[in-house]
Every structure is written in structure tokens, then in C-alpha cells.
Nanobody, 118 residues
Framework: QVRVVESGGGLVQPGGSLRLSCAASGFTFSNYVMKWYRQAPGKERALVAAVGSLGISITYADSVKGRFTISRDNSKSAVYLQMNRLKPDDTAVYFC???????????WGQGTQVTVSS
């Protein structure tokens, strides 16, 4: 059974930090590109960051470059998103996504809410 479970969301003040975690099981984690997306109220889901299967190839949305860091631990089947210097515009539900570039199979988590507010 495939499971993708996000955790670590919450309420934080502007300028603060949060670390999101995504635990995966039920598929060969090391074969998948892992991504974080976010969806703010009234907006479409947007890619935040992605990390290749070996953890070498990494991309970020321009809006989070220099503030967010994505990483993965294939031994734990986990991916992380360290978010620093958070802004109110970062408020959204954050989703973990696993994508196999060969089969084009993908899996989604249920999301975790991040709210940046004073």
C-alpha cells in the first residue's frame, strides 16, 4: 500500500522557520523524483522545490530561492523542506509528490497547512 504523509506544518510568525517532512512507503522511493508543491487559497497548486532520485539535481521556484532547502534521505524514504525567513505569502497547504520519470506514475500526500502570520 502506497503512503505519502506530510508533517511539520503549523503557524509561524513572519521571519520564522519550519521544517516539513514527508514519509513515503509502498514504492521504491529511490527511483522517484520528490517534489514539494503548495496551494494557497484561491490559487492553483504550484511547484516549490524538487530533488532528483540521487539528491543531486535540485530546483526551486524563484519565490523561495535562498530561503527554502529541499533534501532527501533515501535510507529513510523521506524528503524534507527546510523553510526559513517565512513570509505571509508562503501561507498555503504544502503537498509532497513522488514522480517516476520512466513510468510517469506519481503519488500525492494529503498536505500539511503552513500559516505565516503575526
Amino acid at each position: 500500500q502506497v503512503r505519502v504523509v506530510e508533517s511539520g506544518g503549523g503557524l509561524v510568525q513572519p521571519g520564522g522557520s519550519l521544517r516539513l517532512s514527508c514519509a513515503a512507503s509502498g514504492f521504491t522511493f529511490s527511483n522517484y523524483v520528490m517534489k514539494w508543491y503548495r496551494q494557497a487559497p484561491g490559487k492553483e497548486r504550484a511547484l516549490v522545490a524538487a530533488v532528483g532520485s540521487l539528491g543531486i539535481s535540485i530546483t526551486y521556484a524563484d519565490s523561495v530561492k535562498g530561503r527554502f532547502t529541499i533534501s532527501r534521505d533515501n535510507s529513510k524514504s523521506a524528503v524534507y523542506l527546510q523553510m526559513n525567513r517565512l513570509k505571509p505569502d508562503d501561507t498555503a497547504v504544502y503537498f509532497c509528490n513522488a514522480y517516476d520519470t520512466r513510468s510517469r506514475v506519481e503519488y500525492w500526500g494529503q498536505g500539511t497547512q503552513v500559516t505565516v502570520s503575526s
